[in-house]
C-alpha cells in the first residue's frame, strides 16, 4: 500500500479504499492477486464498478530532448454491484493475470528503476474516483532471469532500465511502449561497443530478445549501431547452457551489419519486418529498431489509443496527471 485516500468525488463521508497487494512480485503473465478493503462512509453507497488499472511511467524521446509521462496498459474489473453499508468494512479478494509484456522491476530484489502502478477505481452511484494506487513488483520470468544471469556472468554490468514509448518494428510488441535495459559491455566488447540495449518481449509461446549495440567507429568508419533478434522458448529452459547462448548473441551482434540471416530457433536470428532498421525513427537517439513520436503527442496519443482499445473512454491527459502525482507523492512520503 502506498497511501488511502478518502473518495473526492463523493465529498466527506463517503468510503475509502485501500488496495493491498500480496506481498510476493508477480511476473509477466502471470498472476497479480490481493484484496481491496472497502470502508463504508456516513451512509450506505451501492458499489457498482471496482477496477484495477496497471499504469507505467514511461519516456519519449523528441528533438527536444527526453520527456517523461504516463500511460495505462491494462483494465480490470474486479468487483461490484453490491451496497457497502455506512461504516461497514468488506474486503475484496481478487486475481488478474497481467500482460506478458508487463516489464520487469527488479532482478533478485534489487530494483531496476522502472516504474509500475496499480490504481483501483470505485464507481459509486454515477460517480468515479481514483481511490488507491500502489506499486507493483515485478520480477523477471525464467527465461528472462536466465539471459540476465547469463550476461553478469559474461561481464557485463548493468547500467539502467527505462521504458520507451513507441513500437519495434517486425515483431510481435502489443504494448505502446517496451522496457529497454542498457547494460556496460564486458572487457572483451568494450573496444567495439559503447553500449548494449536488452529488450525482452514475451508472449504465451516464448519470448524475443532484442539486442542493440551502439558500436564504436574506427578512424575511416563512423560509429553505428547494430541490432539482432532472437527467439527462446519458456519450456526447458533448466536445461539450456545460457552463457554459451547468450555469447553466441552478442559475438553475432557484435559483427552484424545490415542483413538478417533466417530464424533457426536458439541462437539464431530472427529477420525483422520491411523497414524496420534505419528509418521510421521520429526523435530517437538510434538508427534501428526503436520508434516513436515527439513527447508532445506520445503520452497523449498512447493513452488516447489505449482509452479506446483498453481503457474505455478515459481522458489521455488525465491519465498522465494523476500517474504522475502518484509517482512525486510518493517519492515524498518515502522521503
Known sequence: MVFK????????????VDTILDPAPARPGGTL???????????????EHITLELVARIEAEHEGGESEGAVAFDRFTVGGGFRLAAGEQRDVPFSVTLPWETPVTELHGQGLGIVLGVRTELSVAGAKDKGDLDQLNVAPLPAQEAVLEALGGLGFGFRSADLEYGRIGGTGQRLPFYQEIE???SPRYAQQVDEI???????????????????RGGFLSPGHDALTRFNVSH????????PAIVEGWIGQLVEHRASYGPPAGYGSPAPFGQGSHG?????????GHRSGPGMGTAVAAGA???????????????????????FEGDEEEEG
Open 33 to 47: 492477486t490481493g484484496q481491496i478493503r472497502l470502508q463504508g462512509g456516513n451512509a450506505d453507497f451501492e458499489i
Open 304 to 326: 488516447a489509443g489505449l482509452a479506446v482499445g483498453v481503457v474505455g473512454g478515459m481522458v489521455a491527459g488525465e491519465v498522465v496527471d494523476e500517474v504522475g502525482d502518484f
Open 279 to 287: 528509418h521510421g525513427h521520429e526523435g530517437h537517439h538510434h538508427d
Open 197 to 215: 540495449e536488452l529488450t525482452f518481449l514475451a508472449n504465451p509461446g516464448g519470448m524475443e530478445v532484442v539486442l542493440e549495440a551502439d558500436k
Open 5 to 16: 485516500r478518502l473518495l473526492g468525488a463523493l465529498g466527506v463521508g463517503g468510503p475509502t
Open 183 to 185: 547494460l556496460v559491455p
Open 235 to 242: 519450456e526447458g529452459v533448466e536445461h539450456q547452457d545460457w
